[in-house]
């Protein structure tokens, strides 16, 4: 017959502690502690020590949720003034649009009552437009005003701002009209030096300027001198600003010059105009 062998091992040492081992562990410690006590008194010692520490440990167990609580209050207080920041970032906005407004409105009232002035002082029939929109038609520049027949504008009528001539209405509808501006290759306009002498006639060179081709070299004229409208033609009242000289050169053996003027109003530039109706007196 064969011999089993057991399998349950021998244990030589036992690791596992005594339950009934620690009990009596403790309860000697305990039985020692009151022998102390009876004899020493050291429960008021224990009671003081407990009482150093135990604010100390309290603290050091309730530190974790203080700092989680004012990092809480410290995200919702960032989270707050960003949110006061970003409000009175758009009321800033709001208003530096608002006094954006005001300073145009004052601008165009400025440019209104300057050109209503000019207008006055000519003691001719006049009436106020806007420009609706500078634009090209059929390659040339062209500027549409938001007046019209139904307001008593004509073609041929001359049309100015606060700084001087702007241009001329070629076609008129029911409730608008189209400008040639000054500067436009067709346009020409009678015109004299502001010191009252030579009448000339000023032609747009389709590119921002206006320009004499053949100005007599012995007839004097200067940089920065300013023409103005003569009113020979009985189209334009006399003395409204036209331009002013920017460039001179030689042509045809210096026995004449070539005049560049530069407007003095740019028509994009302001959004107010002065119209003037029927004939000049």
Known sequence: ?????????LRLFNTNQSPIFS???????????????YRKEIQPDIKQFRSYIKPPLIYFLNLPN???????????????LLEEKIQLENSMMELSIENQKLIFLEAENSILRNSMKIASNLAIKSISAEIILPT?????RSIIINKGQDDGIQVGSPV???????????????NYSEVAPITAREYIVPAILEKGTDN???????????????????RVAKIGEQFMTSGIDGIYPKGIKIGNIID????????????????????????????FLGGIK
Not at 136 to 140: Q, R, T
């Open 160 to 174: 100015i701002n606060n700084l001087g001539l702007v241009g001329q209405v070629i076609l008129t509808e029911k």
């Open 66 to 80: 203080k700092i989680s609580e004012s990092v809480k209050e410290t995200l919702t207080t960032k989270s707050a």
């Open 23 to 37: 009990f009596i562990v403790l309860l000697l410690v305990s039985f020692l502690l009151m022998g102390l006590d």
């Open 200 to 218: 000339v006639i000023l032609r747009g060179t389709g590119s921002g300027y206006l320009e004499i081709k053949m100005f007599p070299s012995h």
């Open 136 to 140: 090209v038609i059929n390659g040339k």
């Open 1 to 9: 017959m064969k011999r089993r062998h057991s399998t349950k091992k």
């Open 248 to 275: 001179i050169k030689p042509v045809v053996t210096n026995q004449f010059n070539h005049l560049l003027i530069a407007p003095t109003s740019d028509p994009t530039t302001h959004s107010q105009v002065r119209v």
